[in-house]
């Protein structure tokens, strides 16, 4: 990729491409604010440092899913707000996302000051990468910088149409996370450790055959981890466990118990519940053979978290490891009675000695819950994007940056 290092942005008018996709929430009048300001903080390492060098910004962004229309609760105002107050500097919010009114606010951009497009989900040519409105949107800019890695792995307009129009390069964000990500495969310190989790084995399948073929250890937990008791003959009751998934895990055992393959670790003892509640009845249940032997979740009953004795021989692994990717819980930790599985991984990720790397999503969320989301050595911004990256598959948002880009950019003036 390029880097902002081979962008010349003195004078010129650079269209930004943030992930500004933030929780909101309503203040006491009733009005929309933002819940986190995570994503606007990443940002802003990129948006600093081409304020110095004298760029003009344009900043653009996607919130939430308007599907093509305007929608006044999802427009950008409150985060354009919370950029003003991070900044300390002038954020102006255009009318619309392209247009006259948008193209001379832009003409006009001072050195250094910024302007933000409305929701750029709001224009339908958005999602389907329409290549009039990626010229529309590459005709308030010089030159395009991607700095959205949540939103690199969609082959939109303002993630991989625009930057065929314009000199392209990298943010410092989404250059520090493919770099980082990159770097698990390419050179990791030994033993490396996966531990996945999550609901679903079909959503991450991809992740954990590239894993099992690259990786010394293998850490299934969360709901996932039934399909897999399930492929072992287990009874898993109640539990979340489909058909596919449990095609998906039976093929994930058989790579496994290939030579070379990564060592698997599945739960050994549960916690469980009768239904998806705080107050619910919930105990451990705890083979009395020790191992697997006898773990079948009863009837009526469902799976909600790793057991005790699991979570100290997960957090042993984990304290091995040279290397650890984490991502996705491992029961539901946003319920007390389910929280202590991912709790212990969350803390045993913090004080692993070796290079800590937690994707997006809910493994961000529940080290935030713990006090423990500056504990790590990257924290990813992305959801599906880091599983995409890290399966191998190639992000459209990326790709385009290799692209000889800029010999276009007289046709768009």
Known sequence: MRSLDQLDVHGRRVLVRVDFNVPMTTDDSGAWAVADDTRIVQALPTIEELRARGAKLVLVSHLGRPEGRPEADLSLAPVVERLRELTGMPVTLAPEVVG???RALADDLPDGEILVLENVRFMPGETSNDPEFAHS???LADAYVNDAFGAAHRAHASTAGVAQLLPCAAGRL???EVNTLGAIFESPERPLVAVIGGAKVADKIGVIDRFLALADVVIIGGAMCFPFLAAQGHEVGNSLCDADDVEHARRAL???????QARLELPTDLVIGGRLDESTEHRV???PCGGQVGLDVPDGWMGLDIGPATAERYASEISLAGT???NGPMGAFELEP???GTRAVAQAVAAAPGVTVVGGGDSAAALARFGLERTVNHLSTGGGA???LVEGRTLPGVHALDTPSGVQAARVA
């Not at 058989?254 to 070379?260: S, T």
């Open 100 to 102: 006259p009114r948008v």
């Open 137 to 139: 949107l590459a005709a």
């Open 174 to 176: 989404l250059e520090r």
């Open 254 to 260: 058989a790579q496994a118990a290939l030579p070379g």
């Open 285 to 287: 249940l705890d083979p």
């Open 324 to 326: 650890v990717f984490w």
């Open 338 to 340: 389910f929280a202590a």
């Open 386 to 388: 880091t599983l995409e």
